[in-house]
């Protein structure tokens, strides 16, 4: 079964080498979801009709396919809901407010930086001298993306201050989010029970804001290709916090976090081809700055 056979590598060198897969898997459809709450449609009604969708897909994962959780994992999934609710309403705050090429690298650049920081004090982790050098190198890569848009935008000035401190608070609580899941999945026996309840258990309360709150803004909306939309969200959301989890659970969740940030590079490009931001030549060099990081990080261990 697919759960022992992670329980069988977790700790080992086979590990590691999935878990680093799975970071970078969880970097480039993170930043799917990213723009695709970030489209055409409200922030909010957008996460609002993907977790929807998670709430269906998690449902019968949940309720038939694993073991229910053991009795120490309840309040677990409660703070996970706790602090997931914050960092959405965050989020789709911010991407209210601000340009997707601009709020993104600041959310992605706060929340490694302040992840490595909790994974050392949580699970005693320590980055050489070589993967800090690393760390430095991938955040200016990331701080300088989001500096260059902010030169450059063109629209959204006026709400760009709330904007980015509403990204650096993101960030906060994607460290806070980061850390705290990992250790969730680790208190699990089987991580697949976590994933499984944790969806389940987080799906509904944007869904349940928006239709006490917001109910107006799904007026005049084409609803068909919003659930479309709402459906291709939910898949990546499995796939993108379900990969990064079970990173974290495989090997080091500093390590898991920072290559996760890659994302950004492929935000920036998702923004030019898909989101019709214009990427140069020098944010190109920002975004191999962060490549570049994330391989110092990967190698200098």
């Not at 922030?43 to 994962?61: E, G, K, Q, T, Y």
């Not at 073991?67 to 965050?90: D, N, S, T």
């Not at 982790?125 to 993306?145: K, N």
């Not at 309360?205 to 709402?230: N, S, T």
Request: charged share 10%; glycine share 8%.
């Amino acid at each position: 079964m697919l759960t022992e056979w992670v329980l069988a590598i977790e700790g080992t060198e086979a590990g590691h080498n999935v878990a680093l897969g799975l970071a970078l898997l969880a970097a480039f459809l993170h930043a799917v979801f990213g723009a695709l709450q970030k489209g055409r449609h409200d922030p909010w009604v957008s996460r609002a009709v993907i977790d929807v969708w998670i709430f269906v897909l998690a449902a019968p994962l949940a309720l038939f396919a694993v073991p229910w959780p053991e009795a120490h994992l309840w309040p677990i999934l409660l703070g996970a809901l706790v602090i997931h609710f914050g960092y959405k309403c965050l989020q789709a705050a911010a991407y209210t407010r601000g340009a997707y090429t601009v709020v993104y690298p600041v959310v992605r650049g706060t929340g490694p930086l302040f992840t490595v920081f909790g994974a050392y004090l949580l699970f005693g982790e320590a980055f050489t001298g070589i993967q800090w050098a690393g760390v430095a190198v991938l955040l200016c890569g990331i701080f300088g993306l989001a500096a260059y848009n902010l030169a450059f935008l063109e629209t959204d000035r006026a709400t760009l201050r709330p904007a980015l401190w509403l990204a650096v608070a993101t960030g906060l609580f994607v460290a806070l989010y980061t850390t705290y899941d990992a250790y969730g999945i680790r208190a699990s026996s089987d991580p697949f029970t976590f994933l499984a309840w944790f969806f389940f258990v987080t799906s509904l309360d944007i869904p349940l804001l928006v239709a006490l709150r917001q109910r107006h803004k799904f007026a005049h909306l084409a609803l068909r290709p919003l659930m479309i939309r709402g459906a291709m969200g939910a898949v990546i959301a499995f796939l993108s916090f379900g990969s990064i989890m079970l990173a974290t659970r495989l090997d080091k969740v500093g390590e898991a976090a920072i290559l996760r940030e890659t994302s950004t590079v492929f935000a920036a490009l998702i923004g030019w081809l898909f989101l019709r931001e214009t990427v140069g030549p020098r944010r190109m060099a920002l975004m191999a700055l962060i490549a570049a990081g994330a391989v110092i990080v990967e190698f200098g261990g």
